[in-house]
């Protein structure tokens, strides 16, 4: 039986191989949530999350169950869906305003409007000022800030993140927590976000998945309040608050202890 949501996974399976050999990577997953929802999902390492968010991305086909996105079944990759990786994936013959509009471009949307577009995610981001630059010449977070101005000048439904931001020191990190929570206040756009730092899940979620060791299933869903009250107080102040050291402390004794019972 499905349930509504703007993105919806019903009893979403996927497995690896055949025969003997074949890896039950995600069971039965069941997770439903509305239309500008955060969504953070964290687990031990193994646990499917970057198998979940593929098979939304179109990336990969489910085993068994479905994945749909606004009432319509995910069936392959698709500029309603933007992806961004570990990793920005820029291309480095091109400045960054040619990278930023690529996917417009490509599909051969008007000009004018495809450069608006792009001043408009640029200037959001940061970067118009670099726009003549090629990635060679921006630092790590601003190359990452590309790749997230690329992903949206395509006017996603909802933007995918696998660990956009482990890469990163942590000082700029923050930056980028703090930067990407203003573009999905300012717009609205449903994100879903992988990570592996609880203190970066509870931060930026309006709710926090916890996945199982593989095969990966749901284990648990858990509201969060900092990201919607997180607009105009210091992300450290936020963090420090015992509010949110009680939800981090909940979100790792879940992780702890499923390693433990490992």
Known sequence: ????????????????????????????????????DFVCIVGPSGCGKTTMLQTLAGFLRP?????????????????????????????????????????PRMRGENRAQARERVEYWLRTTGLWEFRDRYPYELSGGMQQ??????????????????EPFGALDALTREHMQE????????????????????????????EVVVMSPR???ILERIPLPFAREAADQDIRRVKSGAG???????VLSLIWGMQHDA
């Open 244 to 250: 949110f050291i009680a939800a981090r402390e909940r």
């Open 1 to 36: 039986m499905t349930r509504p949501g703007f993105v919806r996974f019903d009893e979403v399976s996927v497995r690896y191989g055949e025969g003997a050999g074949a890896v039950l990577a995600l069971e039965r997953a069941d997770l439903a949530f509305a239309q500008g």
């Open 215 to 217: 095969p990966g299933r």
């Open 179 to 206: 930067e990407l929570h203003a573009v999905w206040r300012r717009t609205g756009m449903t994100v879903v976000f992988i990570t592996h730092s609880v203190e970066e899940a509870v931060y930026l979620g309006t």
């Open 145 to 162: 800030r590309l790749a997230i101005a690329r992903a949206l000048c395509n006017e996603p439904k909802v933007l995918l993140m696998d």
């Open 63 to 103: 085993t068994g169950g479905t994945v749909s996105l606004d009432g319509r079944p995910v069936e392959g990759p698709a500029p309603e869906r933007g992806v961004v990786f570990q990793q920005p994936t820029l291309f480095p013959w091109m400045t960054v305003a040619a990278n930023a509009g690529f996917g």
